[in-house]
């Protein structure tokens, strides 16, 4: 693994990062436990995770997640391990977060109130890195950094990101920070993977002109890159949970990621992993981290041996030939994500 700078801070990190929102729902303590282990045996630093997790969201679960990460945390040296959370904002589209009362606006009073619960579910003094998991766009965003450079004063926060923003939304931030003199993002967490590449355009020239890192999250698309799918609804699976069992905004989602256009993509993509002799799984990871404006892909599991299959594209490094032949599989079948009439995140 390689190490790279979030932003402008003075923080490094492996550029791969343990992903942690199935801890407490898909995984109970002691699995969650062994995967946190594996990824740092494996010399994975850099761990993210959010308030509201575990995913999908209910009020008798929210804050479970950074409780399973915390007893761990305690197990390793504080300043070996990079911690990330998030605020949860206010909801969108598929979630409604039972906080504060039902209010999940990005003011001051809000962003201390929840940051001084991950801080004590975590059971640490800081956090690494601090980020709002929804853009807050009705809040003035000079107003949101000054809360969020307040807890970095404090010593609570070392550096700040958001995620989930638009590109306009990043630009203000950033217009932002620089005319009202308060901090800036360093990071932004947006989807990213083979299936959903939106982000190598407008977001991509943000990054790499304003110096803020991408930090994809769902490089497997959801699980739809190791090709688990294909065949149909795999039982105990996110999304066959979410097609059989879920609401209206849940299986929504899970057609967005798992239709014929999506499928296709898969499928093809899957000859190139083939051609080339590793998993689907290992070229998804590696291709998210041959990109110079990502700092750290967030890798998921719901197991060590799934852990295992991610953690084969620590030293994988994709040649041209099979760079190209992935390009032309989204100039065939461009944005397999957007099919018409779904929803975009």
Known sequence: MQRRR???????????????????????????????????DAGIDFYDAAEMYPVPPRAET????????????????????????????????????????????????????????????????????????????????????????????????RAIGCSNETCWGLMKSLWAAE????????????????????CESELAQVCRREQVSLLPYSPLGGGVLTGKYLDGLPPGARFTDYLQNGGPRQKQMAERFVNPRTLK????????????????TAMSVAWSRQHDFVASTIIGATSVEQLEESLLARDLVLDDATMQRIDQVEVDIPNPMREDGLRRL
């Open 6 to 40: 979030l932003g402008q801070s003075g923080i490094s990190v492996t550029d791969i990062c343990m992903g942690t929102m199935t801890f407490g729902s898909q995984c109970d303590e002691s699995t969650s436990h062994a995967i946190l282990d594996r990824a740092y």
């Open 62 to 157: 929210f804050g479970i997640t950074e409780e399973i990460v915390g007893r761990w945390l305690r197990t390793k040296p504080r300043e070996q391990v990079i911690i990330a959370t998030k605020i949860t904002g206010p909801g969108h589209g598929w979630f409604s977060p039972p906080v504060r009362g039902g209010r999940t606006a990005l003011d001051a009073l809000q962003i201390r109130k929840a940051c001084e619960a991950s801080l004590r579910r975590l059971q640490t003094d800081y956090i690494d890195l601090y980020q709002t998991h929804w853009p807050d766009h009705f809040m003035r965003y000079e107003d949101t950094l000054a809360a969020l450079g307040r807890l970095q004063e404090e010593g609570k926060v």
């Open 179 to 198: 005319k009202h003199g308060v901090p800036r993002y360093d990071s932004v967490q947006n989807n990213f993977s083979l299936i959903n590449r939106r």
């Open 265 to 280: 993509a898969v499928r093809r993509l899957k000859e190139i992993a083939d051609d080339i002799g590793v998993s689907l």
